[in-house]
């Protein structure tokens, strides 16, 4: 009897180190894919807050670019050849609204345009009395919405200026030659502006009233 004890007792203590050590490598292997999970985990977080960041940054650039781009008077000047228009706004007490406005259209004439007036016409219309026609006549060019040369059917359409009265309406008409406005020509469509679109004109439009 004490031999068969003596067996069973090394037997059970043979087996010990086994049932140990299956159980040993079930608990690393458990450990090991959580751990690998987690850090699939972290990756996919980081690849999540890469991307975000991203486009935080582009929406970042997107919005910069919007404040920094220049207005309607800012893109006059700097194209360099609306010098007389620029002076007929300021003296005409209408470069804050064309700086300030949202959304408008500008009919603009070059300096060119401008000349092509009776001589002398230009400086009489600068002086201070006569603003409020000089206001007149610039106000004419100017629409209170966005028109781009795409918008624009096939045929003549009649659009409302911000002139305050008279001959408030110009005649836009868009053809195979190109675009019109009234007795102008459109020589360069669609420059655009932080607060609304420019299209260059050949003669400075004049309102019946």
Not at 48 to 59: F, N
Not at 61 to 74: L, Y
Not at 133 to 159: E, F, G, M, N, W
Request: a positive charge; glycine letters at 6%; proline letters at 4%.
């Amino acid at each position: 009897m004490p031999d068969r004890i003596a067996q069973k007792f090394v037997m059970v203590h043979k087996r010990r180190p086994l049932i140990r050590s299956e159980t040993s490598c079930v608990v690393c292997h458990t450990r090991s894919k959580r751990v690998e999970q987690l850090i699939r985990a972290h990756e996919g977080d980081r690849d999540v807050r890469k991307t975000i960041l991203a486009a935080a940054l582009g929406m970042s650039t997107a919005f910069a670019g919007s404040a920094n781009a220049a207005n309607i008077v800012e893109t006059a000047a700097n194209a360099g050849t609306f010098q007389t228009l620029i002076a007929a706004a300021k003296a005409a007490g209408l470069d804050g609204a064309l700086s300030d406005g949202k959304n408008l259209t500008v009919f603009a004439p070059t300096d060119d345009a401008f000349a092509k007036l009776p001589k002398g016409t230009v400086e009489s219309l600068l002086k201070p009395e006569n603003k409020s026609k000089l206001a007149a006549i610039l106000s004419y060019h100017v629409l209170p919405r966005q028109l781009t040369s795409d918008q624009l059917p096939h045929k003549s359409i009649h659009v409302r200026t911000i002139k305050s009265g008279g001959d408030r309406t110009l005649r836009v008409t868009k053809g195979s030659a190109g675009v019109t406005v009234d007795n102008a020509s459109v020589i360069k469509a669609d420059i655009k502006a932080s607060n609304g679109v420019i299209h260059v004109i050949d003669t400075v439009m004049l309102p019946s009233r």
